[in-house]
């Protein structure tokens, strides 16, 4: 008898949820490496049930959630991994792809309650998550990547957001790392709407 859905939906929550608490024994010192091969079974999982026609909008709904949550929390082990190779901490409460906005100015004197708060920009999306899966998987296949700039890849990733955007009308989109036929591809497509 095939797997129905929902016994793989039920699957990818029970491996994002193991996965989670792997990551975080890892990252407390507990377990010794990274738990790269389980995180790459659930990531072939999602691909495959994103092949699958799911029928059910609830179904459809409940697998976008999914990816959603594995993709933030994978950018949340990244932002970690590097921070941790740079020697520097991660604050608790820091999550991946916001930037905080400067303390507004103050003069010091009693009773002064400074400038007005500047208009916070929109924060800029950090695509070094991205880029550091990008550059690991054409290492992989045994490319020479020390030419390789972020800014350059950078630059790649808006251009395919704009095309993308201009195909499809959507606003937000997804991006991930495919190895495809000997070759590392980056794809790119909308992002599962929310609610």
């Keep these: 008898m095939p797997p129905t859905i929902e016994r793989e939906l039920n699957e990818v929550e029970r491996q994002i949820s193991r996965l989670r608490i792997d990551f975080e ?22 691909k495959r049930l994103w092949e699958v ?3 059910r909008a609830a179904d459809r709904f409940r697998l976008q959630m999914l990816q959603e949550r594995f993709t933030t929390l ?13 020697g520097r901490p991660l604050a608790p409460r820091e999550v991946p792809g916001r930037v905080a906005a400067p303390p507004a100015p103050h003069s010091g004197a009693p009773g002064d309650a400074g400038a007005p708060a500047p208009v ?4 800029r999306a950090d695509f070094r998550p991205l880029f550091e899966r990008y550059r690991a998987a054409r290492q992989g296949l045994g490319e020479d990547v020390s030419r390789m700039s972020y800014e ?5 990733v808006r251009q395919k957001a704009e095309e993308i955007r201009r195909r499809t009308g959507t606003g937000k989109l997804i991006f991930e790392v495919r190895t495809e036929d000997g070759k590392v591809r980056l794809v790119g497509r909308p992002a599962p709407a929310k609610g």
């Design 74 to 86: 994978s950018e949340l082990w990244e932002r970690k991994q590097r921070l941790r190779e740079e």
């Design 152 to 156: 350059r890849f950078e630059e790649l």
């Design 53 to 55: 026609e799911v029928e």
């Design 120 to 123: 916070k920009a929109k924060p």
């Design 25 to 46: 024994r890892f990252f407390s010192g507990e377990l010794k490496l990274m738990p790269v091969q389980s995180r790459r079974r659930l990531e072939n999982l999602l």
